[in-house]
């Protein structure tokens, strides 16, 4: 599925650069090829609970960029209706695993987001907070981005999904520090670093990021980014 957000993500990127060419044709040229791409992330079923968050996630967003154009709303909640009736409205193995999820116990819960009540993803919540929070898959790719990371990044919460964190920090920057630090995260560990900003706007700004192993059934599926800006700088944790 991610390679579906991938190739979606880098559609939006191309029709972004067409208009400030001003190159309408081939806006519109693109523009028409988002739509397979938006159908072929609709009719993948999915066989977890993760895949069924990231449809129902993608969906909400695009519902929410189109909610001026009346027949996309439309349209866009009818395919929501799908997606619902798909999994919770039949009997599928994929309807079974979201209602075990949602009747656990609280420990059991905890087990599959990784934290209470699973409100790590509440988009409602996470939108409100000043910090910006990501949640980065095991081959560091965007899953999730809140509104503060989104803007932070220029980039709308449905173009990131699928993107690869070295397009935004640069690919030697990647592999000498996030890379190792979002491993030792995946490999079970919390992990908390200070870091220069690499935006030519920020330059001197030192940022703190939290990275918290996310969870699915027992299984670390990704990491969860939560980042802000600090006023004071220990010199030990300060990343070269």
Do not use: W
């Not at 990231?54 to 909640?77: A, G, K, P, T, Y």
């Not at 964190?165 to 491993?183: M, Q």
Request: proline share 2%; with cysteine; hydrophobic share 45%.
């Amino acid at each position: 599925m991610l390679a579906l957000f991938h190739a979606f993500s880098t559609k939006c990127n191309q029709i972004q650069r067409a208009i400030k060419l001003g190159d309408d044709e081939l806006v519109a040229s693109l523009d028409s090829e988002l739509e397979p791409l938006i159908a072929a992330i609709l009719a993948y079923r999915a066989t977890s609970l993760l895949e069924i968050y990231m449809q129902l996630q993608f969906l909400n967003n695009l519902i929410r960029e189109e909610s001026d154009d009346r027949s996309r709303v439309m349209r866009n909640s009818a395919s929501l209706s799908v997606l619902i009736d798909r999994y919770f409205g039949g009997a599928s193995e994929s309807a079974a695993d979201v209602l075990m999820a949602f009747s656990a116990d609280r420990n059991e819960r905890d087990d599959i987001f990784g934290f209470d009540e699973g409100s790590v993803l509440n988009d409602v919540i996470l939108n409100s907070l000043p910090d910006r929070v990501a949640v980065v898959t095991r081959d560091y790719r965007y899953l999730y981005s809140n509104a503060a990371n989104s803007e932070f990044l220029r980039s709308k919460s449905m173009e990131l999904v699928g993107r690869h964190i070295a397009e935004f920090v640069g690919a030697e920057y990647f592999e000498d520090n996030v890379k190792t630090k979002l491993d030792a995260c995946f490999g079970g560990e919390a992990v908390e670093c200070l870091y220069p900003s690499y935006r030519q706007a920020d330059v001197g700004k030192v940022l703190h990021c939290s990275m918290t192993p996310l969870r699915a059934k027992g299984t670390i599926i990704g990491a969860l980014m939560v980042m802000h800006e600090v006023s004071v700088v220990p010199v030990s944790m300060l990343v070269a």
